[in-house]
């Protein structure tokens, strides 16, 4: 599909929608209507076809597209110049578009090293409820003009308007990476990536999938070769295949049959023995196949610090992020109505109650 | 600096308060603090006066100096009632004057809120009051092998409350990220007196990320009252390499260089030629005083990582053209290239009796042009300008010297600062990369931003604060003020955006 610029029929169409009272879904390549609520709204606003990677130059690492740009193309394009987005996000399919993993804030194997998906946002352009196209940062590292909604809409679901542009901030892929296993429960795995999360030592990655601990560093030869002797453990042979599905959730693991939760909690917290469990991020991201009580789950991330997601295997219907403190859910509602004053965009898609 | 080169002009005249008001207000805040928490002689009010931009001045109508977070509820509670404003104000090193005081509102002072409450070394996490310097941060991690990687130049005075309130910045910020990437929770009191909790202890929370929100928003949506901040690893070895180059330009074009080769520095810092000689005759740091610009390379990790990046980016800078290349030989020297830098700001003090310190952002493949024009601009103004920066961040500090015994000197510096920022803009930059718009960038506000999006701003900050009561004026300037400011432009014939609407 060829590159094109919808910004004008966008901004009418949610006019349209605004004066009519006729919320709206937004839609890019529909790779993740399985996460969040489902929307409550029956008119879809295709953002799929608004794309094209409008300026990237390696040297300023920074890329800047529309926001139906398959994730591909900003990956491929990256690539050509040993370049990658450090937050590692998951596709989950073919279609994933730039817009739609900023706005789900998802982010892989990389977080806990080299930040989350708003870490690497640096500016937007936000089709806001009003059919107002505002650019808020930019395409430049440091900015503090006027308050960040720009990180702001990462993670919301679309709940706060139309992400139309996104500059993002990139990173050189390093040269070589190599991955780890060393045969641990859960307890000594935890422990392990305890102790490593406070050596200096290249690590970009840590998994551990009830049996195995994986360990992942990438870096220069050198790095690797000094940080390979201070790890230890067995090599993995297909470092990259194993990262990919474990962000894509095509790993064995996540084939289980009960609901999906993702529990995201303080690192140190210990094994929580909830259900089968897969940990990421140093121990900062468990994913549990449990059927308790969404309560139960709640309960156990937030004693120690931490929230629960319902992440796959839900209706949409149920609540599947956690519930928010009274005062909190005030300040969501107003910000909400501060941008998209009359409930025009993803109603229902985050909380029940916008 | 004067004293009282207050420029009414500039500043949004508060409400004013009756006398009657005034001493209910005072009575009612005598009963939520002890004694000495409340200051309200002229005297005691003067260090209050301005905050590090000192070419403004206002004496607050009274200081409060709470403790507890009960106390600030409550004062916040006692002024919401009486629709007093409030600015909160952390170590006033601030150089936007976002602290600047309301000579009818209450100066909140969060000096007091000073102890690292907890270090939890397994999460990496320290919870910190917001008055705790940020220096202090990582002096009390690093016994555990850990620090706090945000390092602005004022990190031995500035509060992490204040860096949070501006999102601050440092020499680290390349490689580490600035105050937002490395926070995790705030509690933040709101104007109405209730106490949130925004963030998480864990690497996300449910919901919209507030966090990103609050972090630069100059005190405007609520007074934080804690900070859990993310602390790293200590790396094992950081090398400095010292570059010189006989253009500007050169030097820029080195810096794409070393980012286009994959090595991402942990510091990369550019001084033209007068900062390099204000800097050597301050500490004597061995610079080469006939070079037109130096780059400061640091590389820190592993250390064969160091090893093998700080080679990589040697012959790198050689092949830049750079005319000398220095590898620290020990760490005494590589803190002497350092120490030139750091005190690059007081240095340039010595050689001129007042400057301007500004701060805009540019993508960096245009340092070379922007330079250039600022230097046209300096001799358009008459005034000297000195340029030190975040070369890696494309983040610009000129420094304008000028003399404010001279009448109309700092006026001019003032013009010249604005026109300088608006050169960022419109080589794609913004007005500020970490200082914060305060009150001293409001006017160039309007030439980055178009009506809708101050709209949306000011939407956002009622979202938090509907009367405006949290320190008013400031940040993000009203319609009405860029209209007056398009037509100032106008009169002097030098519209920079005939583009944009004027309202
Ligand atoms: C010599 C010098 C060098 C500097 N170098 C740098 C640098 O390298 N990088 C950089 O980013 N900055 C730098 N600064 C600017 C300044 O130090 C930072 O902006 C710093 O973050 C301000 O912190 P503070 O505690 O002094 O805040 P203040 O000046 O007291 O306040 C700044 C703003 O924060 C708000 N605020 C303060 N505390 C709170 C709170 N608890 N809750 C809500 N709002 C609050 C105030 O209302 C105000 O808007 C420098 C300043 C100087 C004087
Ligand atoms: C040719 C040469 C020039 C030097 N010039 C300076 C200088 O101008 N100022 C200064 O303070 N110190 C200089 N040194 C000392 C050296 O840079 C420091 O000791 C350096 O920080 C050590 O780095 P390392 O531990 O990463 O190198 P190692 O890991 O010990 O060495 C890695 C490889 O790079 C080579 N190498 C290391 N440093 C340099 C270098 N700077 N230039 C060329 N090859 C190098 C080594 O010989 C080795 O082959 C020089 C060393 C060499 C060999």
């Given amino acids: 599909m060829a590159d094109q610029d919808l910004t004008q029929e966008l901004c009418e169409r949610v006019r349209v929608a605004a004066k009519s009272g006729t919320p709206l879904c937004i839609r890019g390549g529909g790779t993740k209507d399985f996460y969040g609520r489902q929307c409550a709204a029956t008119d879809v606003l295709d953002v799929g076809s608004h794309r094209g990677i409008l300026s990237y130059e390696p040297t300023e690492l920074v890329l800047t597209a529309r926001c139906g740009t398959p994730l591909r193309e900003v990956r491929a394009a990256l690539a050509e110049k040993g370049q990658q987005l450090p937050f590692e996000p998951p596709a989950f399919g073919d279609e994933a578009t730039l817009g739609g993993v900023v706005a789900a804030g998802l982010a892989g194997p990389r977080r806990a090293f080299a930040g989350g998906v708003r870490d690497s946002l640096l500016g937007v352009r936000l089709l806001n409820g009003r059919g107002e196209a505002l650019q808020f940062g930019g395409q430049v590292m440091k900015n503090v003009a006027g308050y960040d909604l720009s990180r702001l809409s990462a993670g919301a679901m679309g709940t706060l308007g139309v992400l139309l542009e996104l500059s993002v901030k990139v990173l050189p892929k390093p040269a070589f990476e190599r991955t780890v296993v060393f045969a641990l429960d859960e307890e000594a795995a935890l422990e392990r990536m305890k102790a490593l999360a406070r050596s200096p030592l290249v690590i970009t990655a840590t998994a551990h999938d009830g049996e195995s601990l994986y360990v992942r560093a990438c870096g220069g030869e050198r790095a690797l070769e000094a940080a390979e002797q201070a790890l230890g453990g067995d090599p993995l042979p297909e470092s990259e295949t194993f990262w990919q599905s474990v962000r894509e959730q095509t790993h064995g693991f996540f084939a289980g049959e009960l609901p999906l939760w993702r529990l995201s909690v303080p690192p140190a917290t210990p094994a929580l023995h909830l259900g089968p469990s897969f940990i990421e991020w140093s121990g900062a991201q468990r994913w549990v196949f449990s059927d308790a009580p969404a309560e139960t789950i709640h309960t156990a991330a937030s004693a120690h610090g931490g929230h629960a997601t319902l992440f796959r295997g839900h209706d949409g219907a149920v609540e599947v992020f956690q519930p928010l403190p009274e005062k909190l859910m005030q300040i969501h509602r107003n910000v909400k109505q501060a941008i998209d004053p009359v409930g025009s965009f993803n109603p229902g898609r985050m909380y029940s109650e916008f | ?503």
């Avoid at chain 2, 002024?79 to 509102?105: E, I, K, M, Q, W």
């Avoid at chain 2, 705030?186 to 507030?210: H, N, R």
């Avoid at chain 2, 993310?230 to 790396?235: D, E, F, I, Y």
């Avoid at chain 2, 690059?344 to 007042?354: E, K, L, Q, Y």
Wanted: proline share 6%.
């Fill in chain 2, 1 to 503: 600096m004067t004293a009282d080169a207050l420029r009414p002009a500039n500043l949004e005249e508060p409400r004013q308060l009756g006398e009657a008001e005034k001493r209910d207000l005072v009575a009612a805040l005598r009963a939520i603090l002890p004694g000495d928490a409340l200051l309200i002689d002229d005297e005691a009010l003067r260090p209050y006066e301005c905050d590090g931009l000192a070419a403004y001045r206002r004496k607050p109508l009274l200081v409060a100096l709470p403790e507890t977070v009960e106390q600030v509820q409550e004062i916040l509670r006692t002024c919401a009632a009486r629709d007093v404003p409030v600015v909160a104000r952390g170590a006033g090193t601030g150089l936007s004057g976002g602290a600047f005081p309301l000579s009818n509102g209450v100066l909140l002072v969060m000096a007091r809120f000073n102890k690292i409450l907890e270090i939890d070394a397994d999460n990496r996490v320290a919870q910190v009051q917001p008055g705790v310097r940020n220096l202090a941060i990582t002096e009390a991690a690093v016994p555990l092998g850990l620090y706090y990687a945000p390092d602005p130049s004022s990190q031995i005075a500035c509060s992490i409350g204040g860096n949070v309130a501006e999102n601050a910045g440092g020499v680290h910020c390349l490689k580490y990220g600035l105050t937002v990437h490395n926070i995790q929770q705030v509690k933040m009191v709101t104007m109405d007196g209730e106490l949130v909790t925004i963030g998480a202890q864990s690497l996300d929370a449910p919901g919209f990320d507030l966090l990103a929100l609050v972090t630069g928003s100059e005190g405007m949506l609520g007074v934080i009252v804690e900070v859990t901040v993310k602390l790293l690893p200590k790396p094992e070895r950081a090398q400095a390499l010292l570059a010189a180059f006989s253009t500007v330009e050169q030097a820029g074009d080195a810096v794409a260089a070393i980012i286009a080769s994959g090595v991402i520095p942990a510091g990369l810092e550019m001084m033209d030629n007068p900062a390099i000689r204000a800097a050597e005759d301050f500490v004597k740091a061995g610079y080469p005083v006939e070079a037109e610009a130096i780059l400061l390379c640091e590389i820190d990790g592993t250390d064969a990582e160091v090893s093998e990046d700080i080679m990589r980016v040697r012959e790198l800078l050689l092949a830049q053209g750079a005319t000398e290349v220095r590898t620290a030989k020990d760490e005494a020297e590589r803190l002497r290239f350092w120490a030139g830098r750091k005190a690059a700001f007081p240095a340039v003090g010595r050689i001129s009796p007042d400057y301007y310190c500004m701060d805009g952002t540019i993508p960096r493949k245009n340092l070379g042009a922007v330079l250039r024009h600022i230097n046209e601009l300096s001799d358009e103004f008459g005034l000297k300008v000195a340029n030190v920066f975040h070369a890696g961040d494309g983040n610009l500090h000129p420094l304008i010297l000028y003399d404010s015994a001279t009448p109309g000197e700092l006026d001019k510096a003032e013009d010249l600062g604005g026109r300088i920022l608006e050169l960022c803009v419109e080589y794609g930059g913004t007005v500020t990369g970490e200082h914060g718009v305060g009150i001293e960038k409001l006017n160039q506000m309007c030439s980055q931003f178009d009506a809708a999006e101050l709209t949306q701003f000011h939407a956002v900050k009622a979202a938090f604060d509907p009367a405006g009561l949290l320190n008013p004026g400031k940040a993000v300037p009203t319609l009405h003020r860029c209209a007056e400011f398009g037509a100032m432009h106008v009169h002097h014939g030098q519209l920079p955006h005939p583009e944009l609407p004027r309202f």
